[in-house]
Each structure stands twice: as structure tokens, then as C-alpha cells.
């Protein structure tokens, strides 16, 4: 009965490969995001997205897609992956009281 | 632009004692805020928030904080500290527009000493 749950948990892989991570939430939000936490724990987000409005944080790049085939799921797309990609990635999703409830993370490590 | 300002990187408590973590934010308007709290190796918990009303919020695990619009501030505290309590914790702020995205502190590592 996981609210917001995400795979892999944890992603290796090569500079230059094309890799894509999941998220789904069965909380019935409609709003859901994508953030990044670096090796030095600072989060920053990346991407919000609502009934097919995206709002994108101008620092990401565009290697960086999301991707939603329904309200329940937003997968985050990354292409050509570089060394700086590495970090931790939470998807989130927002319920109609403001209250953000974050999955568990992915761990990717570009080699 | 929001932005949110934890001055504190690391802090040792005892166990037993009391704990204020600290934070402030710069927002044109009455911010929304909140507290999550990171485990090692987990996703982030919330705490507790504010969006109006009584500026003392009560949240999970016996945490409370205190909004001062005053001072920009939304310190947390917590009157006795467990050793499960070691965590990074987060200050968080959301605007209403803008798909309500989080503007988080650079966290605070919380250590408790036995």
C-alpha cells in the first residue's frame, strides 16, 4: 500500500546511455513532480506536472524529459547521461491540501 | 524567487536534551512551509507545515515549530531528543502558484550523542 513508490532504486550505468525511472501514486493527486538531491543533500527541483501542464525548472536540462501516460504515473526520462547526472532522484506528488508526499528515491550513478 | 536558508549544517544534541533546528526563508507573501525529515537512505517524511492561523505547529514524532513573520523564520523544535531522531532535516517553502513547487534549505544533520 506504498503512497508514491519508484524503480529502480538504485540505477548504474554508462555516460552516454539513455535511461528512464518510474514513479506512480495511488493517492489520487493530480498534481506530481521531480526533484534532485546531489551528493551534498541539496534538493532542487526539476519538473511539476498537472493534468498535462508542465512547469520546468529553467536549470534542467533538456536531456531531462517527464513523462506521464496517466494521472497516476510520471516517469522521468534522461538521455545521454553525464557524470554530473549522478545524484538521487524523488518523485513526489502533492495532494489538495498542499501537503507533498515523496517515494523513496532512486539512487543513480552515472560510471 | 523563494528561498529558504537552514545557518546550521551539523548539530550534536544528547540524548534527553532539547533541539531547535533553524530556518528562514525569503517569499514576497505568506509562505507555505514545512519541515521533512530524511533517514538515512529514505525518501523525506513530513513533519509538519504551516499555512496560516496559529503560528505553532504541532507534527509527527513530538516536533513543533514556530512561524515569526517577523523574523522569516520557521524554527523546529523538539523538547527531548531520541537517538531515533539522528536524520538530515529539511525546511521546505511552497508558493500557491507556479504548480506549488518546494524550495528546500540545504538541510541541517542532526547527531545525538548516547
Known amino acids: 500500500d506504498t503512497a508514491v513508490s519508484q524503480t529502480p532504486k538504485y540505477l548504474v550505468t554508462q555516460m552516454g546511455n539513455d535511461k528512464s525511472i518510474k514513479c506512480e501514486q495511488n493517492?489520487?493527486?493530480?498534481?506530481m513532480y521531480w526533484y534532485k538531491q546531489d551528493s551534498k543533500k541539496f534538493l532542487k527541483i526539476m519538473f511539476s506536472y498537472n493534468n498535462k501542464e508542465l512547469i520546468i525548472n529553467e536549470t534542467v536540462p533538456n536531456r531531462f524529459s517527464p513523462k506521464s501516460p496517466d494521472k497516476a504515473h510520471l516517469n522521468l526520462h534522461i538521455n545521454s547521461l553525464e557524470l554530473g547526472d549522478s545524484a538521487v532522484y524523488f518523485c513526489?506528488?502533492?495532494?489538495?491540501?498542499?501537503?507533498?508526499?515523496f517515494g523513496p528515491g532512486t539512487r543513480l550513478t552515472v560510471l | 524567487a523563494q528561498s529558504v536558508t537552514q545557518p546550521d549544517i551539523h548539530i550534536t544534541v544528547s540524548e534527553g536534551a532539547s533541539l531547535e533546528l533553524r530556518c528562514n526563508y525569503s517569499y514576497g507573501a505568506t509562505p507555505y512551509l514545512f519541515w521533512y525529515v530524511q533517514s538515512p537512505g529514505q525518501g523525506l517524511q513530513l513533519l509538519l507545515k504551516y499555512f496560516s492561523g496559529d503560528t505553532l505547529v504541532q507534527g509527527i514524532k513530538g516536533f513543533e515549530a514556530e512561524f515569526k513573520r517577523s523574523q522569516s523564520s520557521f524554527n523546529l523544535r523538539k523538547p527531548s531528543v531520541h537517538w531515533s531522531d539522528a536524520a538530515e532535516y529539511f525546511c521546505a517553502v511552497g508558493a500557491g502558484g507556479a504548480g506549488n513547487m518546494l524550495t528546500f534549505g540545504g538541510g541541517t544533520r542532526l547527531m545525538v550523542k548516547p
Open positions: 493517492l489520487g493527486h493530480d498534481t
Open positions: 513526489a506528488s502533492r495532494s489538495s491540501g498542499n501537503e507533498q508526499f
